[in-house]
């Protein structure tokens, strides 16, 4: 025999013995497997196999599609048209005279009171009063909401001992306190901006929590491994990651505060747009209660794209 031939036959006799293994190997799986099914009591399902779909056509339109990035034209056509559908529905109500000029007045009827106002100077008092009391009010729920969301999302003992409290406190609405701060603080200024802080603080404080535990621990692993301190972890890896899911949680608890000022301006309130919005309501001024529902959302839109910018700004990691 020569020795190619005596090479195949080792080698044959090797692959031999290799699928005898793999064999016994797949046996004693499907044994350990099937052991298993009766120690919990049944059988694996029987998965029926998936059906044969058409793959994704390679011209399906972005806008359909998941998660896919749309051209600039298009955000800016959607943006308009999410502004102009509303706008045109409003208008075929009154020119349908479906509703009463009443109870739902005219785009033009909103925009004559609105330049009513401004003529007046009552808006530009109005909204300046109002700005201020939600600056202060959430300012100061923002001061003590971050530190005390950073605390609770980092150590486990600062979680279990705020957030059973704060949970609870965070059902009690803003509004069922106005009776106790009148008495507490009175009816000035104090009174007002209470109510905002109350109406925003617990909330704002749980999702800031919540993006701080969003953390992944294999950052503060890896921190610790090349040598960071405790402090340097908590100022270099976990506030930074954390920062832009905070300044969502801002954005929408910013939102809650324009909410509230409504209500803390009925409290004995000199200026305010919460305070024109019930005078007209008094008259049945339906068309100054849309102008300045319209003044309210454009200011609370402007700060959301403001808020938007900043989160990409310090945030681009996340984007």
């Not at 056509?57 to 298009?74: D, E, G, H, V, Y």
């Not at 100077?121 to 950073?150: C, K, M, N």
């Not at 040598?227 to 910013?254: F, Q, S, W």
């Not at 319209?294 to 959301?304: E, H, M, Q, Y």
């Amino acid at each position: 025999m020569s020795t190619t031939d005596a090479a195949k036959q080792a080698s044959q006799r090797t692959d031999a013995a290799d699928e005898a293994e793999a064999r016994r190997l797949d046996d004693e799986q499907r044994l350990a497997e099937a052991q298993e099914d009766r120690r919990r009591g049944g059988a694996r399902p029987d998965w029926s196999p998936l059906p044969r779909r058409a793959g994704l056509k390679p011209n399906a339109s972005p806008l359909f599609s998941l998660r896919t990035p749309i051209s600039a034209r298009w955000r800016w056509t959607l943006a308009v048209a999410s502004f102009a559908i509303p706008l045109l529905i409003w208008v075929t109500l009154n020119a349908l005279g479906t509703i009463k000029p009443t109870f739902l007045p005219t785009p033009v009827a909103v925009f004559d009171a609105l330049l009513k106002m401004i003529e007046s100077g009552e808006l530009f008092s109005d909204l300046w009063a109002t700005t201020q009391r939600v600056l202060l009010g959430f300012g100061l729920a923002v001061i003590v909401s971050v530190p005390l969301g950073i605390v609770m999302g980092t150590f486990n003992a600062g979680l279990a001992l705020f957030e059973p409290v704060i949970a609870m406190l965070r059902y009690l609405p803003a509004s069922a306190f106005i009776p106790l701060l009148m008495i507490w603080l009175g009816l000035g200024e104090p009174s007002k901006v209470a109510v905002l802080f109350l109406g925003t603080v617990f909330f704002n404080t749980l999702m800031t929590a919540d993006a701080v535990r969003g953390v992944p621990r294999s950052l503060i692993d890896v921190s610790y491994t090349l040598g960071a301190r405790r402090g340097e972890v908590l100022r270099k890896v976990i506030v930074p990651h954390a920062l832009p899911g905070m300044i969502d949680a801002t954005r929408v608890n910013a939102a809650a505060a324009w909410n509230f000022v409504v209500v803390a301006e009925l409290i004995n309130a000199t200026a305010g747009l919460g305070l024109r919005i019930m005078r007209a309501q008094r008259f049945t001024q339906t068309d100054r209660i849309f102008a300045l529902l319209i003044v309210i959302g454009l200011l609370g839109l402007v700060i959301d794209i403001a808020l938007r910018l900043l989160r990409a700004r310090v945030g681009k990691w996340a984007a």
